[in-house]
Antibody, heavy 120, light 107 residues
Framework: EVQLVESGGGLVQPGGSLRLSCVAS????????MDWVRQAPGKGLEWVGR??????????EHAASVKGRFAISRDDSKKSMYLQMNSLKTEDTAMYYC???????????WGQGTMVTVSS | AIQLTQSPSSLSASVRDRVIITCRAS??????LVWYQQKPGKAPNLLIY???TLHSGVPSRFSGSGSGTDFTLTISSLQPEDFASYYC?????????FGGGTKVEIK
């Protein structure tokens, strides 16, 4: 079964750090770009960033709202992608989804999400 | 960044109604438009990509049309399981962006 499973969310104070993980199964992870998308409670969807594959030098992109604070990485040997979040702000409170973003010009596979709450 | 404006933001409809949701881009995105359905507490699910291509397993009552800046998602006969939120997304340029969403509620 094709699946993405996120973990690592939780409650953190403003200014703190958190590392999210996404583990893939059921498909060749190393062949696919992977993105992070977030959704604040009761709000819409926001792209956070992208991880590209080896042939693209594992390059990454990050949304302006998180650039310099968040960093995306991946480990193909573990079929995993990571989101290191530093200097967290209350406005980073959201459900964070891991998504597959290549193959189709769309997000065809979504994880179940992991909730991050930034609050004192 | 390319902005996507969805309308309406919410609507009330009855089972078997025809429902149309629109998405307007701030600049031409050719046909690089995607539609998702999201039910409460769940991740979004892909419905349509390339503006009009139905994703595998999606019922044929869903259809998409448009190109350039104006797009529509049509549900030809609303079913009980279709009450949900719908989002458009552009895949034309970075950063990928989403519309604000349309919540389809039971009348």
């Amino acid at each position: 079964e094709v699946q993405l499973v996120e973990s690592g969310g939780g409650l953190v104070q403003p200014g703190g750090s958190l590392r999210l993980s996404c583990v893939a199964s059921g498909f060749r992870f190393s062949d696919h770009y992977m993105d992070w998308v977030r959704q604040a409670p009761g709000k819409g969807l926001e792209w956070v960033g992208r991880s590209r594959i080896k042939v693209d030098s594992y390059s990454t992109e990050h949304a302006a709202s998180v650039k310099g604070r968040f960093a995306i990485s991946r480990d193909d040997s573990k079929k995993s992608m990571y989101l290191q979040m530093n200097s967290l702000k209350t406005e980073d409170t959201a459900m964070y989804y891991c998504v597959r973003s290549s193959g189709l010009p769309a997000y065809d596979i979504w994880g179940q999400g992991t909730m991050v709450t930034v609050s004192s | 960044a390319i902005q996507l404006t969805q309308s309406p933001s919410s609507l009330s409809a009855s089972v078997r109604d025809r429902v149309i949701i629109t998405c307007r881009a701030s600049q031409s995105i050719n046909s690089a438009l995607v539609w998702y359905q999201q039910k409460p507490g769940k991740a979004p699910n892909l419905l349509i990509y390339d503006a009009s291509t139905l994703h595998s397993g999606v019922p044929s009552r869903f259809s998409g049309s448009g190109s350039g800046t104006d797009f529509t998602l049509t549900i030809s006969s609303l079913q009980p399981e279709d009450f949900a939120s719908y989002y458009c997304q552009q895949f034309y340029d970075y950063p990928v962006t989403f519309g604000g969403g349309t919540k389809v509620e039971i009348k």
